[in-house]
Every structure is written in C-alpha cells, then in structure tokens.
Nanobody, 123 residues
Framework: QVQLVESGGGLVQPGGSLTLSCEAS????????VGWFRQAPGKEREGVSC????????YYADSVKGRFTISRDNAKNTVYLQMNSLKSEDTAVYYC????????????????WGQGTQVTVSS
C-alpha cells in the first residue's frame, strides 16, 4: 500500500515559519521526484517546489523562491518543505506528491498524492 503522509501544517502569523513533512511508505522516495503543491479556496492547484531523482536538484515557483526550501532525508524516506517569511497569500492546503518522471511542477505528471495539510497565514 502506497501512502504519503503529510504533517506540519497549522496557523502562523505573517513573517513566521513552518516546516512541512511528507513521509512515504510503500515506495522509496529517493527513486522518485517529489513535489509540493498547494491549493487555496477557489484557486487552481499550483506547483510550489520539487526535488528531482538521484542528484536532488530543486525547483521553486517564483512566488516562493528565496523563502521556501525543499529537502530530502532518504534514511527517513521523508521530504520536507521549510517555509520562511510566510505571507497571507501562502494560505492553502499543501500536498506532497511523487512521480517516476522528471515532472517538475506539473501536477498532472505525479502518480501519488498525500491527503494535504492546511497552512493558514493570518494576523
């Protein structure tokens, strides 16, 4: 059974930080591209960040570049998203996903998805 379990969401003030975790079972993340996506109410899902297979190259949406950092701990089969300098427009449900392809930030190319975790940035 393949599962991606997300954690770390919550309520934070603007300028604050959160770290999201995506722990996988039933598949090995170091052989997959892993992405983080988000969807705000009434908005389309957008790609936030991804980390590639093997070498671990990282990619970020322009809206989060310089503020968010994606990383991988293969020993724990877990991918993280460190979010700093959070803004109200970062409020969304955040999903992690895994792909056998070099899918970058195209969500349609990802095979497995987590259930999502809510991030709310509000003063």
């Amino acid at each position: 059974q393949v599962q991606l379990v997300e954690s770390g969401g919550g309520l934070v003030q603007p300028g604050g930080s959160l770290t999201l975790s995506c722990e996988a079972s039933g598949l090995t993340l170091d052989y997959r591209a892993v992405g983080w996506f988000r969807q705000a109410p009434g908005k389309e899902r957008e790609g936030v960040s991804c980390i590639s297979r093997s070498y671990g190259r990282t990619y970020y949406a322009d809206s989060v570049k310089g503020r968010f950092t994606i990383s991988r701990d293969n020993a724990k089969n877990t991918v993280y998203l460190q979010m700093n300098s959070l803004k109200s427009e970062d409020t969304a449900v955040y999903y992690c996903a895994a792909s056998d392809l070099s899918a970058f930030l195209d969500g349609r190319l990802y095979d497995y998805w987590g259930q999502g975790t809510q991030v709310t940035v509000s003063s």
